[in-house]
Each structure stands twice: as structure tokens, then as C-alpha cells.
């Protein structure tokens, strides 16, 4: 596995070990996709829980570690768009939601824990997006709406497989739910 020269050795030795530990104890409803060129650039899926409004969801985000690391937790970056109280338009979560008690013990998994249980339930005490920590606070029904019609038109897993894969099947009818999820979105 190549890694870049500048890269501290510790930190390097440490997400080996905890990409190894995931290896062995995967993450319910998350699955890495590990850059073989560049470890402190780390990717993974997380899979929406049902009874939010992220069901059926497929968001993949971006861990960006530092030579910091693990004294101090990567960046993380929704790289799906996402209507959420945590995550910014650009798609950065919220750092003190990660930050937060960390010590080094935490670690990858925790990280990755933290972001499943964001979308479970946002912490409104970081709130990177106004609209949507106002609208969860005000129009719970609103919020909840706007954030499924988000998740259906850009986290569809049938759009994006677990392999990463786009959907083949375009036909008439799938390619006409798609414009009405881009006019229902154009109109929030």
C-alpha cells in the first residue's frame, strides 16, 4: 500500500490498525472505501436507519485525517448532498459535533459511529445549516419532508448501489420520478 512521504509513520501505523480493526468488526450500515494511494484520504457509505427521514439512503462521506491524527479527529465531509441541522451546504459536518470529548481512544470507528447517529438525530447545539436546525426546531413535518425529498433525488440507493455503481435502468417511468423530484426540489 503506497503512502505519500509526508505522512507522519504514527499516524499512518494507527489508521492501518483501525481499518484492520474494521475490517474484522464492520459498523452496521457504513462501509469504508479505503484510497490504497493515500490513507489519510478515507471514503465510506453510510446507509440511512428507517424511521428517518435519511431512509433508504446512501451518503457518502469524506474523512480527511491529519498528521494530528489520532490526537486530534479527521474533517468530515458529506460528499451527498444533504439537508441536514449538522452539515453545512459545502458538505462539512459540524467539527465541534466531532470534537466534543474526543481523545485519542476514539478513534475511526467512533468517527464514523458519530455521522450514523447524526442522522439519526442531530445534535442542535452545532448546527452548521440555520434552515434546516430552525426548520427541525419549528416544522419538524417540513424539515422531515424537505430532508427526504433530498435523500430520494440524491442519496437514492437505487441510484447508488453499494458498489458505488449508478442504476442502469432509466426507463420512462423512473426517468419521469426523477423530474418530479427536481421540480418538488426546485420548489423548496
Known amino acids: 500500500m503506497p ?14 490498525r483501525e481499518l ?15 484510497n490504497e494511494n493515500n490513507l489519510f ?27 494530528e ?14 439537508f441536514h441541522p449538522n452539515i453545512s451546504l459545502t458538505g462539512e459536518v459540524c467539527g465541534s459535533t466531532l470534537n466534543h470529548g474526543w481523545h485519542p481512544d476514539l478513534g475511526i470507528s ?3 459511529m458519530t455521522l450514523r447517529s447524526l ?10 445549516n440555520e434552515e434546516a436546525g430552525e ?11 424537505r430532508a427526504k425529498i433530498m435523500t430520494e433525488f440524491y442519496a437514492c440507493r437505487t441510484s447508488y448501489s453499494e458498489e458505488g455503481v449508478g442504476s442502469r435502468k432509466r426507463g420512462g417511468e423512473a426517468k419521469e420520478k426523477r423530474w418530479e423530484k427536481k421540480r418538488a426540489i426546485k420548489r423548496l
Open 41 to 67: 484520504d478515507l471514503q465510506a457509505w453510510i446507509y440511512g436507519s428507517t424511521g428517518t427521514p435519511y431512509a433508504n439512503g446512501a451518503f457518502r462521506v469524506k474523512l480527511a485525517f491529519t498528521n
Open 110 to 112: 467512533h468517527v464514523l
Open 69 to 82: 491524527f489520532p490526537r486530534v479527529p479527521p474533517k468530515c465531509y458529506f460528499l451527498t448532498k444533504i
Open 135 to 145: 426548520l427541525f426546531l419549528d416544522n419538524y413535518e417540513d424539515y422531515a419532508k
Open 3 to 16: 503512502v505519500e512521504e509526508t505522512h507522519s509513520p504514527d499516524a499512518v501505523r494507527q489508521i492501518i
Open 20 to 34: 484492520h480493526y474494521l475490517y474484522v468488526h464492520p459498523i452496521q450500515d457504513v462501509r469504508i472505501i479505503i
Open 119 to 128: 442522522l439519526i438525530q442531530p445534535n442542535l447545539e452545532s448546527v452548521m
